[in-house]
């Protein structure tokens, strides 16, 4: 439903959106992935329209944009509103963008109705929430949370790059991670696309997220032996690509199994996988893939690794090629929203006279991380047909600013004290 008189600017949000969707690789929009040169341009873009709206800028130690306009009582803590600047390869125009920018939104809008906030208020711009070149995603998130790891710094990318050096070439600092470790949030909000078809199959205005699915990504290498396409009889070849594809469909039947039995939502995808030496006339030698797998409850996760250590050994042996090595990449326990916050949410969605419905999440966010640190909760807006991590991920003017706009009324409650989350 079209709620009227919002307390947020939805023009100015949506022309926000639609401007920062114009710095895409222009062959493949929607494309702005973390650390590249056109990152760097959408975060000189967001720089520049936080300080228009009056927060104070910095880049933190773990590479997130940061916009702080300081409360009345600092004693307070922070209220953090915020969340991902970065997209999938050919991804959307909202997934991310619309949190940072309806934070923005709300920010300017509290500003301009003279609400001067007991909290400071931040609103961030959170570094690689998608899963980056270097196989880890949330970078900036787990450093706020104190997770992002010295071994994780080692990670290295594709052209050789370690994730440290690319943490600093952005301007974070990983000498200084501790310092992004943050004890002053009082509550995080992050307003999220739903990426799902529950909201609108509904006409439901918002969801409220109770839980976010666990994640954790695997990584496989197969070693087969390169030779020959030509003169290579079929029974004396190792092919790595041919043992990798039965994984592909074994990860396919053993997620199935699992999600069958009714052991909560899981889901288990390989969509990503790296062919060397990746040429028409040549066996191939290794291939190196990514598993990921989401999980309502973590004993399902450790369930499914479990099988898949047992089992895949076996599949790439009959199929000529050898399972080398199972790395984990990352490995993020469900979280869940704060209930009071949640009910914070709920009411100023109430007052506003939206719709909304508790929900679970099984797209991995930012608010995963906050969650470990501080009271969080996350706010979804519909999308159409469900669909995201494409270009044609579309979100309504009208549905954004309604997100916007809870967050803003629970703000007000949390900054006056009527919410009393599970920390005390
Ligand atoms: O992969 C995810 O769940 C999120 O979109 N980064
Ligand atoms: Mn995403
Ligand atoms: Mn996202």
């Not at 000189?44 to 773990?62: C, H, N, P, V, Y």
């Amino acid at each position: 439903m079209k709620a009227s008189n919002l307390p947020v600017d939805e023009a100015r949000l949506w022309s926000d959106l639609m401007a920062l969707a114009q710095i895409t690789e222009p062959n493949r929009p929607y494309t702005r992935r973390s650390f590249t040169p056109l990152f760097l341009e959408g975060r000189a873009w967001l720089k520049q329209r936080f300080e228009s709206a009056g927060l104070t800028t910095r880049i933190d130690a773990g590479g997130n944009l940061i916009g702080r306009r300081p409360g009345a009582k600092p004693a307070s803590g922070t209220i953090v509103i915020g969340s991902h600047s970065d997209t999938v390869p050919s991804g959307g125009r909202f997934d991310g963008t619309a949190g940072v920018l309806a934070a923005l939104e709300v920010a300017r809008a509290l500003d301009e109705r003279g609400q001067v906030l007991d909290h400071d208020l931040e609103v961030i711009d959170c570094l690689a929430e998608e899963v980056s070149a270097f196989g880890l995603s949330c970078v900036g998130s787990r450093a706020i949370a104190g997770g992002l790891s010295a071994d994780m710094l080692a990670y290295v990318g594709p052209d050789g790059e370690r994730l440290g050096d690319a943490l600093r070439r952005v301007g974070g600092d990983p000498s200084r991670l501790a310092e992004a470790k943050r004890s002053d949030i009082a509550a995080f909000l992050e307003l999220h696309i739903e990426q799902g078809p529950l909201l609108e199959s509904e006409g439901t205005d918002i969801g409220i997220v109770e839980t976010i699915a666990g994640i954790t990504r695997l990584e496989l290498t197969i070693t087969g032996r390169a030779d020959h396409a030509g003169t290579t009889p079929m029974h004396l070849r190792r092919d790595a690509l041919l043992a990798a594809a039965a994984m592909v469909s074994a990860v396919r039947d053993l997620a199935r199994d699992i999600s069958d039995r009714g052991a909560g939502y899981f889901v288990a995808t390989v969509g990503e996988m790296h062919v060397e030496p990746n040429a028409a006339n040549v066996v191939p030698g290794s291939v190196r893939l990514v598993i990921d797998a989401r999980a309502e409850r973590h004993a399902t996760m450790e369930d499914f690794v479990a099988r898949l250590r047992k089992t895949m050994p076996d599949v790439a042996a009959r199929n000529g090629a050898e399972l080398s090595a199972i790395a984990t990449l990352s490995d993020v326990l469900p979280a869940r929203g704060d209930a009071a916050l949640c009910e914070a949410l709920a009411q100023a969605a109430d007052s506003l006279g939206l719709t909304h419905r508790r929900m679970a999440s099984g797209a991995g966010h930012d608010a995963m991380h906050f969650s470990r640190i501080a009271p969080a909760a996350m706010v979804f807006t519909p999308c159409r047909g469900g669909r995201s991590h494409c270009p044609e991920e579309w979100a309504e003017p009208g549905e954004l600013a309604a997100g916007a706009a809870a967050i803003f009324g629970a703000i007000l409650a949390i900054d006056r004290g009527a919410v009393k989350n599970e920390r005390g």
